[in-house]
């Protein structure tokens, strides 16, 4: 038998989300963005659960070239581009669509016998200091670009750095505007968080995440995804595989940092780091085990962790356990632990089977 950590994967639920984004956004083409193994649930996944979007786009070509084995014919972006001349091969090979946001990039295209003309998204850096052309190089990239015969159809990008924040987005909006306005190339400008922002935003194709995955872009204490009308996508579960029962003054786990205060019931729970389990979640953080919301105590180890059943008597080897999902938001998770969603979604470790539902 395996060991009963499991990460099921809703690709119903998928759809539900690239649905939302649809609505939000019915005027733009959509490239699902499934880097990072499509935010930790796996690409065979997201072939099936985003089969209805107008792209996927995504940092790892070897992952592309996985799409397009899977039969996925239409347009796959690379968001941080070629990172060489065999990259810019294979690009023109399969067809993929191209990031290019640096000099070296242009000169490394103009320079290497193509196939096929390969599209090109030109990113610019309108305000957040990460990759991009700076605006007032816009003429100059572009005139390059569009007179190289390998580079077929253009299109202006830029990345918010703050679209999860009311309004912080528009200063990098207008910067955008002020270069992309009147040039006749289409444009891709929003991801999750500025897609509930799409009647300003605007663009012709949008880039969504995190919320095709159901977990909010948003911080979970004002916007949580369930109220954005998303439906979680990953159900990370396990079972209890031991209890102990600690008399008032014994200590659990690693540096004994738990001490019970009277007596308890502890689960012993077959999740750890090495699963992806954030090892910072600290006592208090939220766990269900049999439907019943409890708490974690005491470390985070490699392969387990200790939780208060003290209250759950039916709770014995075998009870089923939730970490996060369908009926515990990640993002709560996350915010106990310190971290977002994103980062414990990406986490979940290759050792936890993914099971497609
Ligand atoms: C990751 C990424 C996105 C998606 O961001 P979310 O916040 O997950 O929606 C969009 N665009 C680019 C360039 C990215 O790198």
Redesign the pocket.
Same mark, same amino acid.
């Given at each position: 038998m395996p060991r009963p950590i499991l990460a099921a994967i809703d690709t119903r639920a998928m759809a539900h989300n690239l649905a939302r984004v649809r609505h939000l956004c019915s005027s733009a083409r959509i490239h699902a963005?499934v880097?990072a193994d499509a935010?930790g649930h796996g690409i065979a996944a997201a072939r099936q659960g985003f089969s209805e979007a107008d792209g996927f @786009?995504l940092i790892e070509i070897e992952r592309a070239i996985e799409l397009r084995q899977l039969g996925w014919r239409g347009p796959i972006l690379l968001?941080e581009g070629c990172f060489s001349a065999l990259d810019w091969q294979a690009a023109s090979e399969h067809r993929f669509d191209v990031v290019v946001h640096t000099d070296e990039q242009i000169a490394t295209l103009a320079t290497t016998p193509l196939s096929r003309r390969v599209n090109v998204h030109v990113k610019f850096n309108t305000g957040m200091n990460r990759l991009g052309f700076s605006p007032g190089r816009s003429r100059d990239v572009l005139t390059r670009l569009s007179s190289n015969a390998a580079v077929g159809e253009l299109t202006l990008m830029t990345?918010f750095a703050r679209a999860d924040e009311p309004d912080q987005h528009l200063e990098q909006l207008k910067r955008f505007r002020d270069l992309s306005d009147g040039l006749p190339y289409a444009t891709s400008v929003a991801? @999750?968080?500025a897609c509930f922002d799409f009647e300003r935003v605007g663009g012709d194709w949008v880039? #969504?995440?995190?919320?095709l995955y159901g977990a909010t #872009?948003f911080s979970h204490a004002t916007r949580p995804a369930a109220a954005l009308g998303l439906i979680p996508v990953m159900t990370l579960s396990t079972e209890i595989i031991g209890i102990q029962h600690l008399r008032p003054g014994d200590a659990v786990g690693y540096g004994g940092t738990y001490v019970a205060g009277k007596p308890e019931r502890i689960a012993v729970i077959a999740a750890g780091y090495a699963d992806g389990y954030p090892r910072h979640a600290p006592t208090g953080t939220p766990i269900l085990v049999g439907g019943h919301r409890t708490r974690l105590v005491g470390r985070v180890s490699m392969d387990k962790i200790t939780v208060d059943v003290t209250d759950l008597p039916l709770a014995q080897v075998g009870t089923k356990v939730e970490l996060w999902g369908a009926n515990l938001p990640v993002d709560e998770v996350a915010e106990a632990a310190g971290t977002i969603g994103?980062e414990l979604l990406t986490a979940v470790a290759p050792r936890v089977p993914r099971l497609l539902r």
């Open positions: 963005v880097k935010y @786009s968001l990345h991801n @999750s968080a880039r #969504p995440g995190i919320m #872009p994103y």
